[in-house]
């Protein structure tokens, strides 16, 4: 199996940065496309980026709301995808989630289409 912890998170004011981390276990790490979700209280849980594998070319591909703000990147020898969010804004307050998808390599964007999920991590954008 594959676990996921996720860390980075925290308190920013608006227009400032965050690098969000999500570690893995297992040796096949390569092998999955990797995403970032988030959930916002009394919101449903919605797909912010994903960089595939490297046989998919590590594809990539970001909500609307964040993208030309967030970059999502992996490091497979580390076991380890990024996401390095700039200019946050208040709507971007959530928990952030990292997921890992065992049938995908490629830029997928479905909660459906992910096997195994991180516990999360908050980010909080003061105005």
């Known amino acids: 199996q594959v676990e996921l912890v996720e860390s980075g998170g925290g308190l920013v004011q608006d227009g400032g940065s965050l690098r969000l981390s999500c570690v893995a276990s297992?040796?096949?790490?390569?092998?999955?496309?990797l995403g970032w979700f988030r959930q916002a209280p009394g919101k449903e849980r919605e797909f912010v980026a994903v960089?595939?594998?490297?046989?998919?070319?590590?594809?990539?591909a970001y909500a609307d709301s964040v993208k030309g703000r967030f970059t999502v990147s992996r490091d497979n020898a580390k076991q380890t995808v990024y996401l390095q969010m700039n200019n946050l804004k208040p709507e971007d307050t959530a928990v952030y989630y990292c997921?890992?998808?065992?049938?995908?390599?490629?830029?997928?964007?479905?909660?459906?289409?992910?096997?195994?999920w991180g516990q999360g991590t908050q980010v909080t954008v003061s105005s």
């Open positions: 297992g040796r096949t790490f390569g092998s999955y496309a």
């Open positions: 960089i595939g594998t490297l046989w998919s070319g590590s594809a990539t």
């Open positions: 997921a890992a998808s065992g049938g995908y390599e490629g830029a997928v964007r479905l909660e459906w289409q992910y096997d195994y």
